[in-house]
């Protein structure tokens, strides 16, 4: 494994252990030539997954892609890193659940949608906001109204 601060190949494990709910081994690691410590995650390589583009294109999927959506939307806000990681991991989770190796771009906003407004309001807005093209502000506090009475009925 390359060094992230001298760019060796040589480094040893110092510790491994089971990380996401066992769907990936986490490993301290150390470069044998400078000493820097990092860590590293091994996770099963899964079948590729494209996504369908509104426009009819295709792509891979890209957790990555995903986390920064998220973390755009909740920027500023009070969620913290691992908050964003088990987001994406749960909507990960749900695309591959479907079974399928094409989903489309809805579908996973549908899924980053339902896991970010258990976990901030305004990021789940802010998220809405640019996946649902708000054309005016009728269809804006539409989504304010549904997510207000979403909570409503969660706390009855």
């Known amino acids: 494994m390359e060094c992230p601060n001298c760019h060796e190949n040589s480094s040893r494990v110092i510790d491994s252990r089971p990380s ?9 690691r150390e470069c044998e030539n400078c000493g820097y410590r990092f860590t590293t995650f091994e996770r099963v390589e899964k079948a590729p997954l494209l996504v369908i583009k509104n426009d009819g294109t295709r792509e891979p999927f890209s957790r990555e892609k995903i986390l920064h959506g998220v973390m755009a939307a909740g920027q500023k806000r009070p969620i913290s890193s691992s908050q964003f990681e088990q987001l994406v991991d749960r909507v990960e989770n749900d695309v591959r659940k479907q079974g399928v190796s094409e ?3 809805k579908k996973i906003g549908e899924f980053v949608m339902s896991h970010l ?6 990021a789940y807005i802010r998220f809405a906001s640019i996946y649902r093209e708000f054309k005016d502000m009728s ?10 009475a979403k909570r409503e009925k969660g706390n009855n």
């Open 20 to 28: 996401d709910e066992n769907r990936a081994i986490r490993r301290r």
């Open 103 to 105: 989903i489309s771009s």
């Open 117 to 122: 407004a258990d976990v901030d309001d305004v």
């Open 139 to 148: 269809s804006f506090m539409k989504t304010m109204e549904d997510m207000m």
